[in-house]
């Protein structure tokens, strides 16, 4: 991995022959149960927010601003703390988030007003954001030559948890009481906890104190991940916020929309490691930009159905797209940086995601009310096309031999005087923190 323009734009000649060798990726079994038991949390809320919305009497603006919240302090964690994973601290991460998975789950048991499930969907939003860039680290930089195919093991993995959560949650919900789900998924996160305390993360051998979100926004083959990536994330909050309401509008049982997603994520655990050796041979950028163009009339059709059965059947159909556009993001951006941005990249792509959904869900909310499920879905279908156009014109830009000729040389940070200012103001508080962290301890505190 590395910032040359051959790695920016996909870095295809590279692995292609690693592929062809017959590379398989190789990940530890616990770290890929550790995934799913934090997913499952996610999948309970979502399954779960339209009876927490009866039951706890909120409107639906609060929806939306539940979700944003969760997105916004996951986008915070991510793009502040996801470069300390590369620089040694990434046991600790994985630790402090499946310990905060556990208490927000318990918050939210507890809950018997608005107040405490917003904080505790933001501590589920916050545990993620710690233990998701440590997790890809390890996957990345054990399977330097299968990333593609290993992130979409992963991204499997954190699906199957997803789609656990919902169904599991609803009968067990159905059957006893709202807070009992959560309360059993805790105990879930518990008993995993004992893995992740064991579990190692490697640092980066070289680490660099240039700034890092700097470094990582002047790389093109960065740019166009995050373009691929904000396509699928721009999705989840809208379904995050409004999925379930929009079923139950329709006539849908709290069980079917259970069944829904496990419609909408199974195409991830099916075909995600497949779809990621696809990136690995293909290219991410390429195959990424083309699901995400290809998933734009199930998204609009979303709003022209009426039957709710129907529309979990298209879920499906969108689903296995998505697939395709999970690895490819996150490979697009693995692939285009150094060794010691690896965390830190996918913190990037993950936060900048997070944004988006975030964005999207509370808007989302709104937009339904006021027009309905037919504008709301079709203008969900042109940003999820815009984004992959970006995407596929940032990609045939940087392809084309001029391109190559001028941008021949490490990409490190000769660009960053073009991101924006707050990147740049948010860097240089990150910067000093770093350096007063160097001062005190010395180098030891990087190796």
Known sequence: MATTIESAAGGEGQLDASVSRGARPVLPTSLLLASAAVSISFGAMFGLLADLQRSLKFSSLWLGVI???AF???????MGLARFADRGYGRVMLRAGIGLCIGSCVLIAAAHSLLPLLLGRIALGIG???????ARRVVIVRNPDAVGAALGRLGAAQTAGFLLGPPFAAYVAASTALWVPFAVIAVALALVT???FRFDVPAAANLQRSPVLRRLIAIPGVRIGIWIGVGLTVS????DSLWAKFLKDLGASTKFVGVSLTLFGLPIVLFSGFAGRLADRIGPARIGAVALGASMPFIF??????SYVLIAVFAFGHSSFDAVVVPASQSQ???SVDDDLVAAGQGLLEGIGLLAAAISALIAAPIYDHFGARVLWSALSVAVGICGLGAYRAHRRLTKPETRSRLSVPLDIAAGDQAAGFVGRFEKRIADHDATIASDHGNETWR
Request: net charge positive.
């Open 333 to 335: 951006v693995a692939r």
């Open 72 to 78: 916004a302090a996951g986008f915070v964690v991510q």
């Open 236 to 239: 989840i909050g809208v379904y």
């Open 194 to 196: 004992p893995f992740v």
């Open 301 to 306: 059709g979303y709003g022209v159905l009426k």
């Open 128 to 134: 993620e954001g710690l233990f998701l860039p440590a």
């Open 67 to 69: 979700t944003s919240c």
